[in-house]
C-alpha cells in the first residue's frame, strides 16, 4: 500500500508528514495480517509498499500484481486524442511498476468511472488502452465501466472521469523457471552498483496537480497556445504526452538472470522513488541529464523550489536500472540499440550516517524518507 | 468489460440503451484486439464483459481476475463503522464475481481515492479490508492511496471518497489440477437444470443512485431514524449492510468435480445476471422469496415499477447457483448446514421464441436483453 502524493507539493498543501505515515502504518498493519489467510497457493513473497507485490503460484512462479490510476493527468484531457492519451499512460503506470520487481507483465484489468455513458470518450479509451497494451505485450482481458457520477467533480457543468488499472504478471521466484525473468527483491543490489537512468517522455503522470496549480496560478499560462520553449508545441500535448512503457527496453535485460539488481519506476516522489530499492544502502546521484524545458517552465510558473520540485517530478528521469559496474555497458548497448540512452547517474553507496538516503550532488539536494533538503 | 447500470433506472435517467450498447460494442472490439498479445502464459480464454475472465498459466491453471468498485453506496457512508462496511462489500463484490467463473480467490489489491489523507477513514477502510479478506480466505497485498481531490465530488465542503478493488484467483483449465476447482463456462448448463437462489444480505452494492434518489424523494424519509418496518434499524443500517462474501458457502461446491453447472452473482440488473450464464437457454423463475421490507420500503418511497425494481435490485436473491436436478438436494443440505437457506427459484429452458429470456413468473416479467417488460 502506498500514498501517492505526487499529485501534492508537501511545502504548499499543508500535508502533515508524521500524521500520514502513522496513518499509512495503521492501514499496513490490517493489511499485512490478511496474509495469514493464504498459506500456499496465493502466499505475498513480499511486503506491502513497494512497487508491486508477488503471489505464489507454485512450482517455480510467482504472479506480480499492482494497481495505479493517472490522477489528475486526466484533468487536462478534453479531445478524444487526448482521452486515448490518458489510457496509455493507465497501461504504463502499471506495467512499469510490474518490472520493477522483475515481472512480464500480462494483462490489465481497468475501471472506469463516468457519469453518463459517452461513446466518444469510452471508443478513445479503450483505443488508448489497445495502443498501451499493444506496447506492452498484454491483454486487456475485462475492465468495468461504472455509472457513478454523483461521486465526481464537475467543471464546466460536466462530470470528470476516472481511469484505474491493476496489472498481472509473471516472474520466476526460483531457477527452475527458466521462460520467466527472476523475482527483483533488491537483495543483491551492493555498493559500487551503477545506478542508469532512462529517460521519460514528460511528466508521466505524477505531479499534475503541482503542475496545474503552477500553471494556473500568476502566471496563468495559455495550455493551448503553441510555445516557443517546447519547438511550438502547446503547453497541454506537452502536459499530455503519454507516460514511455519500459517493457521493451527493460524485460529482455531482466529475462538475463542476474543482469539487473534493481530497477525503479520514477512515480511519485521522483528520484525519491530510488529509496524503495533498499532501507540501507544510499543512492548517490553525480550526474542528472539536462531538465527538459517543460519542467523549467513549470518551476518558473509556480516559483516552485528545487526541492519541491525533485521530490515531485520525475524531472527527465523516468525508469532507472541498477546493475554491476561490470554490466552496464552491455545493458546501456542494449537499450541504446533500441534508441534509449540512459544517463549514468551515479552509485550505490554504504553511507553510514544517511543510511536509504538519495543524495542528487548536481543540485545540491539530499533525500531522506520523502522529502529533499539542501545539502 | 461490462456496464455497471445498477446506480440508474433505465426508465428515469433517459439512458439511450442502444447507443450505450453501440458504445459497448466498439470498446470491446479494441479490448478484444489484445487478445492477440498473449499466445501462450497470460492468453485470456473467456470473452470480455463476463463475470471474470481467465488467463492462461499454464500447467492446467488459469488465473481468474477481475476489478469492481462499490459505487455509490459510498455516499451513504459517513462513520468508522459505515466506512468499515463499504471496504467489506470492495472484497465482496469481487470475489463473489470470481465464483462466477469457478476460481478460488486468493487476492485483491485496492486502489482509494480521496482528497486530503484522513487517518480515521483510511484505518476504517483498512479494517474493512482485513475483515472481507478474512471472510474470504485471500490477502491484500498492495494497494493506492491517491490524493486526487480535484478528481472528487463535494458533499457539504467535504470532497468524497471511492474505492475501488481488483482480484484474483486460481482455477484448473484441464483436469490435471485436482486441487482447483474447474472453470465454469457455462457450457454444462441444460434444460431442466434447477436455479437455486441464495438469500441476499440487502442491496449488496447495487442499486443506491435509484435507492438514494427514491429516499430523498418526495417521502423525504429520515435515514437515521430506526425504522418500524426494519425491526427498529435506520434505513441508513439497513442500506449500508454489508454484501454477503459467498466464499464459504459456493467454494466448497466448486470443488466437487462437475455438481455446480454455473454460479451467478446477481448485482447490476437484479436477476437479469442470469444472462450471462448463456446465450441460447432461458430462464423460468416460478417461485421467488419473499420480497425484505428494504426493498419495499424504497419502492413505496419512489413510487418504482416492478419493472424497475426487479431490473435494478437483487430483491433477496444475491447468488444463484445452477445444477442439474439431481444435485439439488446434495448442494442445498451442504447450503442449510452453513445457516445458508436455499430458495429452488426454478429451471433452466428451451426457449426457442425467447432465448436467453428471464420469466419472472410470480412478478409476471419477462426479462430479455437489459430489460424486464410485463408480461
Redesign the interface.
Known amino acids: ?5 505526487t ?2 507539493s508537501y511545502a504548499s498543501s499543508g ?2 508528514e508524521p ?2 505515515q ?3 502504518g ?2 499496513l ?3 499485512r ?3 495469514n ?2 498459506t500456499g ?4 513473497r ?1 511486503e ?3 512497487f ?2 508477488v ?1 505464489d ?1 507454485g ?1 517455480g ?1 510467482g ?1 506480480a ?5 493517472v ?2 493527468k ?2 487536462l484531457s478534453r479531445t478524444p486524442s487526448e482521452w486515448e492519451s490518458v489510457a496509455v499512460d493507465c497501461i504504463a503506470n502499471n506495467v512499469n511498476d510490474l518490472l520493477c520487481i522483475g515481472a ?1 507483465p ?2 490489465l ?3 472506469i ?1 463516468l457519469d ?4 466518444d470518450l ?2 478513445a ?3 488508448g ?2 495502443v498501451g ?2 506496447l ?13 457520477g ?5 467543471e464546466e457543468g460536466h462530470a ?1 472521469f ?1 481511469l ?1 488499472g ?1 496489472a ?1 504478471g ?1 516472474v520466476a521466484t526460483d531457477d527452475s523457471r527458466t ?2 525473468p527472476s523475482i527483483l527483491t533488491g537483495e543483491s543490489i551492493s555498493p559500487g552498483d551503477v545506478i542508469l537512468g532512462l529517460p521519460s517522455s514528460g511528466l508521466h503522470s505524477n505531479g499534475f ?1 503541482l503542475a ?1 496549480k503552477a500553471l494556473s496560478g500568476t502566471a496563468r499560462l495559455n495550455l493551448d497556445e503553441p510555445h516557443d520553449r517546447l519547438a511550438g508545441r502547446t503547453l497541454r500535448a506537452a502536459l499530455l504526452e503519454p507516460t514511455t512503457i519500459y517493457v521493451d527496453a527493460v524485460l529482455p535485460l531482466l529475462r538475463k538472470r542476474g543482469l539487473i539488481h534493481g530497477v525503479a519506476n520514477i512515480s511519485g516522489g521522483g528520484l525519491l522513488s530510488l529509496g524503495r530499492l533498499s532501507d540501507t544502502l544510499s543512492f548517490e546521484i553525480v550526474s542528472l541529464p539536462q531538465i527538459p524545458e517543460l519542467f523549467r517552465i513549470i518551476q518558473e510558473a509556480g516559483d516552485l523550489s528545487n526541492e519541491d520540485m525533485y521530490a515531485t517530478f520525475n524531472m527527465g528521469v523516468g525508469m532507472v536500472i541498477v546493475c554491476s559496474a561490470n554490466s552496464a555497458q552491455e545493458i546501456s548497448a542494449h537499450l541504446v540499440g533500441l534508441g534509449v540512452t540512459p544517463v549514468q547517474l551515479g552509485s550505490v553507496v554504504q553511507d553510514n550516517v544517511a543510511p536509504g538516503s538519495i543524495r542528487l550532488n548536481p543540485a545540491r539536494l539530499l533525500g531522506v524518507g520523502e522529502v529533499f533538503r539542501s545539502m
Open positions: 500500500m502506498t500514498i501517492d502524493r499529485k501534492l500535508v502533515d500524521r500520514e502513522a496513518a499509512l495503521r492501514v498493519h490490517h493489511l495480517a490478511t496474509y489467510n493464504r497457493l496465493g502466499r505475498p513480499l506491502s509498499g513497494g508491486a507485490n503471489l503460484l512450482a512462479m504472479l500484481i499492482t494497481t495505479d490510476g490522477g489528475t486526466i484533468l512480464e500480462i494483462a484489468v481497468d475501471y468511472a453518463v455513458i459517452d461513446q469510452l471508443e479509451l479503450a483505443r488502452l489497445r497494451a499493444d506492452a505485450h498484454i491483454s486487456v482481458p475485462g475492465g468495468e465501466i461504472a455509472q457513478v454523483d461521486m465526481l467533480a464537475r470528470v476516472d484505474i491493476s498481472v509473471l521462460d520467466l496537480s496545474r
